[in-house]
Every structure is written in structure tokens, then in C-alpha cells.
């Protein structure tokens, strides 16, 4: 069993930048692909990213490239996702989770379990 919390939201203006952290704590997570989701009012659970257990390779949903980064440190136990050039249509409530052995880039959400709470991100002028 994997805790995760996310941290790292908040209320930037277009083109800003965010780093949100996800926390986890429990024996499985050094082991685990890890994603972001995220979910606007009104809207789906949409895929934002993946990462393999070592980092070694990353998956970005199309609209998201270029701009974010997914990244992890395991000696922290701590996975992040560095958000630049934000957009007003990437304001939503983002949430992080541990896939539960499906191929790491899987965008289905029932692929993955021990979700935090999420953080929020609102980007408006």
C-alpha cells in the first residue's frame, strides 16, 4: 500500500510556472510507475502524465508536451510535475497515482490506485 499527498498548487497568472510534489510513503512506491491526473469542474479525469519506477522514461499527454515535465527522486520518495507556460485550460484539481502494474503509459485511471487528495491549480489574469 502506497500513501501519496500532493502539494504544490495555487493561483498563477498565464504563461506562469508550478512545481507540484506528490509525496508517497510505503515499500511499494520505488517499485511503481507513477501519473498525474487532473480534473476540471464539470469535466472527466483526464491523463496528464507517467513515469517508469527509475525515471527513465516519461509520457505526456499531447497538449501538455513541451511544456510539462514529469520527474522522481526515490531516495525522497517524491514524485513531481514541473508546469511552465501555463494555460487558463489547465486550471483542475491535479492528483497523483500509483499504477497497479498496467503498461507505465496507461491514461486509464482504473489502472492505477492510492490517489491523493489532489492540489489545486488555477491559472487566470
Known amino acids: 500500500q502506497v500513501q501519496l499527498v500532493e502539494s504544490g498548487g495555487g493561483l498563477v497568472q498565464p504563461g506562469g510556472s508550478l512545481r507540484l510534489s506528490c509525496a508517497a510513503s510505503?515499500?511499494?512506491?520505488?517499485?511503481?510507475?507513477m501519473g498525474w491526473f487532473r480534473q476540471a469542474p464539470g469535466k472527466d479525469l483526464e491523463f496528464v502524465a507517467a513515469?517508469?519506477?527509475?525515471?527513465?522514461?516519461?509520457y505526456y499527454l499531447d497538449s501538455v508536451k513541451g511544456r510539462f515535465t514529469i520527474s522522481r527522486d526515490n531516495a525522497k520518495n517524491t514524485v513531481y510535475l514541473q508546469m511552465n507556460s501555463l494555460k487558463t485550460e489547465d486550471t483542475a484539481l491535479y492528483y497523483c497515482?500509483?499504477?497497479?502494474?498496467?503498461?507505465?503509459?496507461?491514461?486509464?485511471?482504473?489502472?492505477?490506485?492510492?490517489w491523493g487528495q489532489g492540489t489545486q491549480v488555477t491559472v487566470s489574469s
Open positions: 510505503g515499500r511499494a512506491f520505488g517499485s511503481s510507475a
Open positions: 497515482a500509483r499504477n497497479n502494474g498496467a503498461p507505465f503509459q496507461s491514461q486509464n485511471p482504473r489502472e492505477y490506485d492510492n
Open positions: 513515469i517508469t519506477w527509475n525515471g527513465g522514461i516519461t
